[in-house]
C-alpha cells in the first residue's frame, strides 16, 4: 500500500475503494513507463535508415490524457451517492369554517349605528312595539354582565367603558348571540335590532362569520354638538358612569375613529339606511318608519 500511496493523491485515497486504487495505480505507472520510454527513443541518435528524432512524444500524452480519464471516471464513481426520493406532497383536507349559529333566512339581523346620545334607543323602543322586533342593546348587556355578581368580565367592563374604549369583541359577541337564543327559545322571535354594535370592523366580521349575517345597518346621523347637549341631559338621572363631558368625548372620538368605518363598510354594500336625527323624537321615528318600509319592500322585490 505504500507503493500505491506514492500515485495516488490523498484526495482520491479518500474517496477510492481498494480495487480503484490499484487501477488507478497501475495506469499511473503504465504512464510513466510509457513516458520514460519515448524519452529514450526521442534521444536516440539518427538510424542508420536515415530516420530522424521525434520531435513530438505522442504516446505520453495519450498515455496522461487515458490515465487522467480514468482517474477522474473513479473519482466521479466513488462521489455519487443515491438521490432520495421524492415523496409525494401530502394532501391536507382544508378546514371547515365555522358556520354562523343562525341562518338569514330564519333570523332576521338589523344593526342600528350612531353616535353616542344620538337617540338610538328610543327609536329601538318604538320598533319594537310597532313592529315586534327584540331590542338588544350591546351596552345594556354590557352594563348587566358588569354588574352581574360572580361576572368574571365585569371589572374589565367596567374599566372599558369608563375610559371610553371598546369592549374586546368576544366578549360582546357572546353576550349578544346568548340573548339572541334565549329570545328565540323563550318568545319564539326571530327580528332582532342590535344597537350600537358592531363598533368595530373586526366585531361585524366575527359577529356575521359566527352568529347571523345581518339583513343592513339604520344608521342615525347627528351632529356632536346636538348629541353633546343630549347627553348631558341624559346624565342628570341616568346615573350612567360614562355620561360626564370627558367619558362623552372619548366616545365622541372612538365612533369617529373605529365605529364610523364600520358604517361606510356596509355602505358599500348597498346595506345602510340613512336617517337624519337631528329633528324630534317623533319626527324621526316618521322617517324610520318611511325608511324601513320601503327598504322591507325593495328586498321583497
Given at each position: ?112 349605528l350612531g353616535g353616542p346620545g344620538v337617540g338610538k334607543g328610543t327609536q329601538c323602543s318604538n320598533l319594537v312595539k310597532d313592529y315586534g322586533f327584540v331590542h338588544l342593546s350591546a ?140 329633528a324630534s323624537v317623533d319626527a324621526v321615528y316618521a322617517h324610520v318608519k318611511q325608511q324601513l318600509k320601503d327598504r322591507l319592500k325593495s328586498e321583497k322585490a
Amino acid at each position: 500500500m505504500a507503493a500505491t500511496s506514492r500515485f495516488v493523491p490523498s484526495l482520491l485515497r479518500s474517496t477510492l475503494r481498494p480495487q480503484q486504487t490499484r487501477t488507478i495505480t497501475n495506469a499511473t505507472r503504465s504512464v510513466k513507463q510509457a513516458y520514460i520510454n519515448s524519452r529514450t527513443y526521442a534521444t536516440r541518435p539518427v538510424s542508420e535508415t536515415g530516420g530522424a528524432k521525434n520531435p513530438f512524444p505522442i504516446l505520453p500524452i495519450l498515455g496522461i490524457l487515458a490515465a487522467g480519464s480514468t482517474a477522474f471516471y473513479y473519482l466521479v464513481q466513488a462521489r455519487k451517492e443515491p438521490m432520495p426520493a421524492i415523496e409525494a406532497p401530502m394532501q391536507v383536507a382544508a378546514p371547515e369554517g365555522k358556520k354562523p349559529t343562525f341562518s338569514p333566512s330564519d333570523v332576521s339581523v338589523i344593526f342600528v349605528l350612531g353616535g353616542p346620545g344620538v337617540g338610538k334607543g328610543t327609536q329601538c323602543s318604538n320598533l319594537v312595539k310597532d313592529y315586534g322586533f327584540v331590542h338588544l342593546s350591546a351596552g345594556d348587556l354590557l352594563r348587566q354582565e358588569q354588574n352581574r355578581e360572580g361576572s368574571e368580565f365585569g371589572e374589565l367592563i367596567r374599566t372599558y367603558i369608563k375610559e371610553g374604549k371598546i369592549v374586546p369583541m368576544e366578549v360582546t359577541v357572546a353576550l349578544l348571540e346568548n340573548a339572541m337564543k334565549d329570545a328565540i327559545a323563550t318568545e319564539g322571535k326571530h327580528k332582532f335590532l342590535i344597537d350600537g354594535f358592531p363598533r368595530k370592523l373586526d366585531q361585524a366580521h366575527k359577529f356575521e362569520e359566527e352568529v347571523c349575517p345581518s339583513a343592513f345597518v339604520l344608521f342615525f346621523d347627528c351632529t356632536e354638538d346636538v348629541m353633546l347637549k343630549r347627553l348631558l341631559k341624559r346624565g342628570e338621572s341616568s346615573g350612567r358612569e360614562d355620561d360626564n363631558i370627558e367619558s362623552i368625548k372619548k366616545r365622541f372620538r372612538t365612533f369617529k375613529e373605529t365605529s364610523y368605518p364600520v358604517v361606510e363598510y356596509f355602505r358599500n354594500q348597498g346595506k345602510v339606511v340613512d336617517v337624519d336625527a337631528t329633528a324630534s323624537v317623533d319626527a324621526v321615528y316618521a322617517h324610520v318608519k318611511q325608511q324601513l318600509k320601503d327598504r322591507l319592500k325593495s328586498e321583497k322585490a
